[in-house]
């Protein structure tokens, strides 16, 4: 799995990996391991891998648990693009009522402390697609939650920079 | 206790060991902690206080990867314990560990601590 090509003059073009499985827990270790994978292979900077791991595997955790939820046995698309960035999207199927009409999650998290610290409020059951947004919001500067589509899907999106992508990259 | 499952893909590896600290009844938690083998600790902790255990310590030292699910199992048994009488302390070193407590407020609600009280 090649993470970059080279035109004839040498430019990079942009790659893309894609791929689904089935919405069970059992698959998301395999998909937070490809994208870090993949992200290595890229060339996003060793120090933000485990971010990226982590991050991929919060939006496949998201995506299996809404699906879990509600029934759905579509299959949860995940897709690492390599241009200018390291991009990686999870799409699930599953419509969200809560997905902010500009696609943004605010910055920051003072959301998660207003919830963790109001115990009554926090069942395990039920935290655990929140808490996902809430660790991706914290931990991913580049994320935008797009959806739901006119399929109902909603998407995860979140972007790494790579070596020599341009001022702001070592963001 | 890694596997492989049917289709031959290699299942996240968790390890559960069992000890006792003063008066606190330690989990010590290797490999990944995530939605698929998070149900193991809940479960592991569910026993414990079966059995009477109510001031349970669980050890993140080596616990290599932990997500949101893992989080959620955090609270849930802290939950349990303290509807019970009991407590519960997470012990964590591990600075990716605990900047997702962070993140999420939960180092605020949770006794998060180097060491298991009394070692």
């Not at chain 1, 995940?78 to 009409?101: C, H, M, P, W």
């Amino acid at each position: 799995m090649n993470g970059s090509r080279h035109d004839r003059s040498g430019r990079a073009e942009a790659v893309t990996v894609r791929f689904a499985f089935t919405p069970a827990a059992a698959y998301v270790r395999a998909a937070r391991l490809v994208a870090a994978d993949v992200a290595a292979h890229a060339g996003v900077a060793t120090g933000l891998l485990d971010e990226v791991r982590q991050a991929v595997g919060e939006a496949c955790t998201r995506a299996v648990l809404r699906h879990r939820d509600r029934g759905i046995e579509d299959l949860v698309r995940v897709e690492f693009a390599i241009g200018d960035r390291f991009v990686a999207k999870i799409t699930d199927n599953a419509q969200d009522l809560r997905a902010r009409s500009d696609g943004r999650i605010p910055a920051g998290v003072g959301g998660g402390d207003a919830r963790a610290n109001d115990h009554d409020a926090i069942e395990e059951d039920t935290f655990s697609e929140e808490i996902t947004l809430i660790v991706l919001g914290g931990l991913v500067e580049d994320l935008v939650v797009t959806g739901p589509g006119a399929d109902g899907s909603t998407t995860v999106s979140m972007s790494w920079p790579l070596p020599g992508s341009g001022p702001g990259a070592d963001h | 206790m890694r596997g492989t499952s049917g289709d031959g893909a290699a299942e996240p590896e968790l390890g559960l060991g069992l000890s006792e600290v003063g008066d606190y009844a330690v989990i010590s938690v290797t490999g990944e902690i995530d939605m698929y083998t998070a149900p193991q600790l809940r479960e592991a902790v569910r026993q414990l206080a079966a059995e009477g255990r109510m001031r349970v310590a669980i050890d993140l030292t080596t616990t290599e990867f932990c997500d949101s699910t893992g989080l959620g199992v955090l609270i849930g048994a802290r939950r349990r314990l303290s509807d019970s009488g009991g407590s519960l302390v997470v012990v964590c070193a591990n600075p990716r560990i605990r900047k997702l407590l962070d993140l999420t407020g939960l180092d605020k609600v949770l006794d998060v601590r180097e060491a298991v009280p009394g070692e």
